[in-house]
């Protein structure tokens, strides 16, 4: 069963740091493109960062010089190491992959993970 799970979420302070893992449980190579998401509630849901095709990235404004974005694929598993943390961070992340496009848009994404919380205090 092909499956994205989420880990490393938790409550840290202001200026903190968390890093969030994604694990592709399934796949039998790593897909075109992965990219984190977040939402809080009542909130549209947002794109933080994309890793795709020989490692490119991109990083949401509010994530650039905070977050990076890698991939290791002795483990297919991707990760989101958080520094800097700020309360408007908070929020579920999710995991996403697009297996059947070069696309990193939300609509494109064929896999999603359940998320993971994040909660940053001042």
């Known amino acids: 069963q092909v499956q994205l799970v989420e880990s490393g979420g938790g409550s840290v302070q202001s200026g903190g740091s968390l890093r969030l893992s994604c694990a592709a449980i399934?796949?039998?190579?790593?897909?075109?493109?992965m990219s984190w998401f977040r939402q809080v509630p009542g909130k549209r849901r947002e794109g933080v960062a994309d890793?795709?095709?020989?490692?490119?990235?991109w990083y949401a404004t509010f994530a650039e010089g905070r977050f990076t974005i890698s991939i290791d694929k002795s483990r297919n598993t991707m990760y989101l190491q958080m520094d800097s943390l700020k309360p408007e961070d908070s929020a579920t992340y999710y995991c996403?992959?697009?297996?059947?496009?070069?696309?990193?848009?939300?609509?494109?994404?064929?896999?999603w993970g359940k998320g993971t919380l994040v909660t940053i205090s001042s």
């Open positions: 996403a992959a697009n297996v059947d496009s070069t696309s990193c848009t939300e609509s494109s994404m064929d896999y």
């Open positions: 399934g796949f039998t190579d790593i897909p075109y493109c």
């Open positions: 890793i795709f095709g020989t490692s490119s990235t």
